[in-house]
């Protein structure tokens, strides 16, 4: 079943075009993840997915229903975490979970409630004020107002942002619980690891335009690395490799600098090779394949 | 929609700001009531010491009854700053805080979410009012006692019998309450359009002494104007004691400031309803 179908999406802002006719599917169970540098329409169209935007053109179906005319059904089944977590900083946790539980569309429990701050982590704070919460603690309490009301789709934009590394590492496990437990998530993020560790498929924005759409597991071919070899005598290690099996994996060269397509394990080989035939090699690094797809589709897109 | 007004007026009774109101108009009576206990007689023969060569006035004449009648008259400027000042924060407040997106992608309407904030702010509007009627009638006549009212106008003086006094009052709180839910409409469509909370009490006020200036500006030019002015029908509480009472000044007031009360709530409704949520 498709959770998600938008068709050739457009939204405008006077003059200035956000979205360009964006269209993708995102199937049920599926962590879909919305990828794009700032500005590229990733919020613009999450913002669309949940009726906050009213797009110029283009249709949007949830849970394969046009959203604008079963908007009551469609986002009773949506939880939602949109940008930073902002609450009313005046109440508690509990009490803003209470506040919110009354715009949820269905009845919710109290039990209910604190049931989601234990799994959120909350308990013991959820009676503090959360103008006295740490951002993460936020996140927090935007999670758990999330899953309160036990969701089918699960749109979380940027929830990185803003949080440590134990706290990024506690998210990607909360929305891997969430995936077994048969939710479809959406996220957007612009950092490229996160993607690459949790999400199923992937989308990629620029300038208001999909530029690249498929599953994360194919787009990103793991095992091969581009790997970048700085050399003291590039001259010398060419002709060293000329006739060994590196050649058909050497992909380009400089002045300083050869890239190889290769695996991980074999590049203390190639390194071991180098230092055989006496060439200095003065670094190693290497980029991953998403971050070469990523950085292709922004920046040569017009 | 019954648990969203229930949600909205919990927000207004959790907030500090939403008691400031109330404070402001205890603070205001009670020093009235003070003072008035303290020197209230000398006030009234300054006031009414122009008649005093014409009329034999006798009698006590400070009472609860006139007493609320001041207090009514005094704080026709401030009971707009103090609604406007909860009211006008009601949407663009949320806005700013980034929580109407909290609420706007759920499964209610706009409409319902929009009418919702506006009963939860009629709702906190009458309770100003009961609050100032409790204060300054119920507490007044506690302190000073019942009695016939005189109420002064610029042409005269009318003598009100006791009996005859309480429904005026009933009917001038249902003006004064239709006066303050024009400015909370007013306020609220500000709010509607601003992304922050103190823009529309700014310019909520700011249009409330502007009119008012104009108002009472004895300059032909503006006299056209004036019928047009919302500031001129939120005054007109005051006829209902005054002898005899001009109903059908009463009745075309009370008609304008209803226009406006739709007119503002029907502009921010469609506002509210068709914007785009991006804070």
Redesign the interface.
């Known amino acids: 079943m498709k959770i998600i179908q938008i068709n050739h999406l457009v939204k405008t802002?006077n003059s200035f075009t956000a979205l360009s006719g964006v269209s993708f599917d995102v199937n049920q169970g599926e962590i879909y993840g919305l990828l794009g540098p700032n500005g590229a329409g990733k919020s613009t169209t999450m913002?669309c997915l949940?009726?906050?935007?009213?797009p110029t053109a283009g249709s949007i179906k949830l849970f394969e229903k046009e959203l604008k005319t079963n908007?009551?059904?469609?986002?009773?089944k949506?939880g939602?975490l949109?940008?930073?977590p902002?609450?009313?900083?005046?109440?508690s946790a509990k009490?803003n979970l209470n506040?919110?539980a009354?715009?949820?569309?269905k009845k919710i429990s109290s039990t209910r409630i604190a049931e989601v701050i234990e799994q959120v982590g909350l308990n013991g704070r959820e009676n503090d004020l959360v103008k006295t919460y740490s951002h993460g603690m936020k996140q927090r309490l935007g999670l758990a107002?999330v899953i309160m009301h036990d969701p089918e789709l699960i749109i979380l934009d940027e929830p990185n942002t803003g949080l440590d590394p134990l706290g990024i590492i506690e998210l990607r496990e909360f929305i891997k619980q969430l995936k077994q437990q048969g939710k479809t998530i959406i996220l957007s993020s612009h950092i490229l690891s996160e993607i690459e560790l949790i999400a199923d498929q992937m989308v990629i924005i620029n300038q208001g335009k999909v530029v690249l759409n498929g599953s994360v597991h194919d787009l990103l071919h793991q095992d091969d690395l581009h790997v970048v070899f700085e050399l003291g005598a590039v001259e010398k290690a060419t002709s060293v490799i000329q006739t060994s099996q590196w050649l058909s994996q050497l992909e380009s060269k400089t002045a300083t600098t050869m890239v190889f397509n290769i695996k991980q394990p074999e590049i203390g080989v190639l390194n071991h090779f180098f230092n055989e035939n006496n060439v200095q090699v003065t670094g190693i690094s290497y980029r991953r394949k998403l971050e070469e797809l990523y950085m292709s589709m922004t920046q040569n897109i017009k | 929609m019954i648990?969203?007004i229930?949600?909205e007026l919990?927000?207004i009774a959790?907030?500090?700001r939403s008691y400031l109101g109330l404070l402001a108009i205890t603070v205001i009576v009670g020093l009235i009531h003070l003072a008035m206990l303290s020197d209230g007689k000398n006030y009234l023969d300054f006031i009414f010491s122009t008649f005093s060569q014409t009329f034999d006035i006798s009698g006590k004449i400070l009472n609860g009854n006139l007493i609320a009648f001041i207090i009514l008259q005094m704080l026709v400027v401030q009971m707009p700053l103090l609604v406007a000042f909860v009211t006008g924060d009601i949407i663009s407040g949320e806005s700013a805080?980034?929580?109407l997106?909290?609420?706007?992608?759920?499964?209610?309407?706009r409409t319902q979410i929009f009418f919702a904030k506006y009963i939860a702010s009629a709702v906190y509007t009458a309770v100003l009012i009961l609050w100032l009627g409790i204060l300054s009638l119920v507490v007044g006549r506690l302190l000073f006692g019942d009695g016939d009212m005189m109420v002064l106008k610029s042409d005269g003086l009318t003598v009100i019998r006791a009996h005859d006094i309480l429904w005026r009052y009933g009917i001038a709180f249902l003006i004064a309450f239709l006066s303050l839910m024009l400015i909370a409409s007013y306020s609220f469509c500000i709010s509607a359009f601003a992304d922050n909370s103190i823009t529309p009490i700014v310019i909520c006020m700011a249009t409330i002494i502007i009119f008012t200036i104009i108002g009472t500006l004895e300059i032909p030019f503006f006299d056209y104007v004036k019928p047009f002015l919302f500031t001129t029908h939120m005054i007109v509480w005051r006829n209902i004691f005054y002898q005899p009472i001009d109903w059908s000044e009463i009745t075309v007031s009370m008609a304008i400031m209803v226009a406006y009360i739709v007119g503002f709530t029907g502009v921010a409704w469609y506002h509210f309803k068709?914007k785009?949520?991006?804070s």
């Open positions: 802002f913002r949940l009726s906050l935007i009213t908007r009551r059904e469609i986002l009773s949506v939602y949109i940008e930073k902002d609450f009313y900083g005046y109440l009490r506040l919110l009354a715009y949820a569309g107002q | 648990k969203l229930y949600a919990f927000k959790s907030k500090p805080g980034g929580t997106r909290l609420l706007a992608g759920r499964p209610f309407s068709t785009d949520i991006l």
